[in-house]
């Protein structure tokens, strides 16, 4: 072990060191003369020992694999996977229930402050918090995709590596899945898969699908299930996307819907829509006056929406890029509001030109990322727009990983 090093950190070797801020991707931000570490299964304002995992030019990333000294919102990780060198699917499993939300908070306003140009008062007043769901911390999880590894054993994989983790149960997963006899310990191998993907539905549907050569087929259950949300109930494929938490649904719904405040009559857009969740919550308040066009490519997504909607005439479903669909004027203004709701990467400089472009009166912005998010909204206030409010909520326990709801309104708003 080492305590400084002029040559550099090199992998695998160990050094003891003061962990300070956190940092995206679950980790905290330590120095070592003058070298960033960025150190998992930490917290800020702990010493202790961290074991070298990935050198990088500029920084190199480390477990903490013994603590020195503990901060008070240390707790023991319930699931015996949750270690360095293990399961790296939960990152924040050794974190206190309220500080993993106060650690997700800091994140979201960090990325708020760097890449989205807000400063420290706009970010007070916009009071960046995030809020638990209902449900607990465990067995929540209602979609697990499990890896297989050489000898045809499900698992999960270690954090940034291909490595399959064999495992006797994910305490994250529903309870539903955790029952399922797909893991190593219950005796069951699957010769031929890459992997194996498991979904407990809110309708009460239980499916296990394997995935070979990229191809996914149902091994067990219905090929479709059911799915409660927003006063409807949906049927959808089950391999499609649908949130993970069984209360994500009706919960972002509830928040795009404050925020965007939709009125009577409006017309409204619903981007990277996906079976149709907001665009029926639209159609449901701008009524027989309004009109919702939801626009979605992925083509399980735009045969879900198209079923699932077909009783609302009113909501118009396109099959297109949503950059495609708005440069080549497949949808039109005007238009009242709109809700997107883009995959990690964002929505991009070119969406939000084409949304300032056609002078909606809000935009409702659901984020799965921090980062990308915060790099749209700085786009957008490149073209004076604002954002006027944000809700981050829980929706995945244990992990880094938080989704937003933001609220961006233009100039003539202010």
């Known amino acids: 072990m080492v305590t400084v090093t002029e040559r550099g950190l090199a992998e695998a070797e160990r050094v003891e060191l003061t962990v300070g801020a956190v940092a995206p991707g679950g980790h905290c931000v330590a120095r070592v003369d003058g ?6 299964h930490a917290l800020p304002g702990e010493r202790v020992v961290a074991e070298v995992t990935e050198v990088h030019r500029g920084f190199v990333r480390a477990d903490a694999v013994t603590v020195l000294d503990a901060s008070p919102d240390r707790v023991e990780p319930p699931c015996p996977y949750a270690r360095p060198g293990r399961c790296g699917g939960c990152d924040l499993q050794h974190v206190a229930p309220a500080a993993q939300l106060e650690w997700k908070a800091a994140v979201v306003r960090e990325q708020l402050s760097r890449l989205g140009g807000l400063t420290d008062a706009e970010l007070d007043g916009l009071g960046v918090r995030i809020e638990a769901l209902p449900g607990g911390r465990l067995g929540w999880r209602s979609r697990v995709r499990y890896a297989v590894d050489a000898g045809d054993r499900a698992g999960l994989l270690k954090h940034r590596s291909h490595e399959v983790v064999p495992i006797d149960r994910c305490l994250i997963a529903h309870p539903a899945i955790q029952s399922l006899p797909v893991l190593a310990a219950s005796g069951t191998r699957w010769p031929d898969a890459d992997a194996v993907e498991t979904v407990a539905s809110t309708g009460g549907d239980v499916a296990v699908v394997t995935v070979v050569d990229g191809v996914a087929s149902t091994a067990e259950g219905p090929a479709t299930v059911r799915e409660v949300a927003a006063g409807r109930e949906w049927t959808l494929p089950t391999t499609a996307f649908w949130q ?3 209360a994500a ?3 972002l719904v509830g928040a795009v819907l404050e925020l ?7 017309i409204a857009w619903d981007l990277y829509g996906g079976a149709g969740l907001f665009a029926a919550a639209l159609a449901g308040v701008v009524g027989d006056t309004g009109r919702v066009t939801l626009v979605e490519a992925a083509e399980q997504g735009v045969a879900a929406a198209r079923e699932n909607l077909r009783d609302l005439p009113r909501v118009e479903v396109v099959a297109a890029r949503v950059e495609t669909a708005l440069a080549r004027r497949r949808i039109t203004g005007p238009v009242d509001v709109v809700v997107l709701d883009p995959p990690r ?9 084409e949304l300032v472009a056609a002078g ?3 935009i409702g912005y659901v984020a799965c990322d921090p980062a990308a998010f915060a790099r749209d909204v700085r786009t957008f206030a ?14 995945f326990p244990m992990t880094q990983h938080v989704e937003l709801v933001g609220l961006l309104l233009p100039p003539s708003a202010r």
């Open 35 to 40: 070298q960033v570490v960025f150190v998992r």
């Open 244 to 246: 993970v938490h069984p």
């Open 249 to 251: 649904a009706d919960t």
């Open 260 to 266: 965007v405040d939709p009125q009577p009559g409006e």
């Open 345 to 353: 990467t964002g929505a991009g400089s070119r969406v939000v030109r």
């Open 360 to 362: 909606p009166r809000a």
């Open 382 to 395: 490149e073209a004076g727009w604002r954002l006027a409010a944000v809700r981050g909520f829980d929706l």
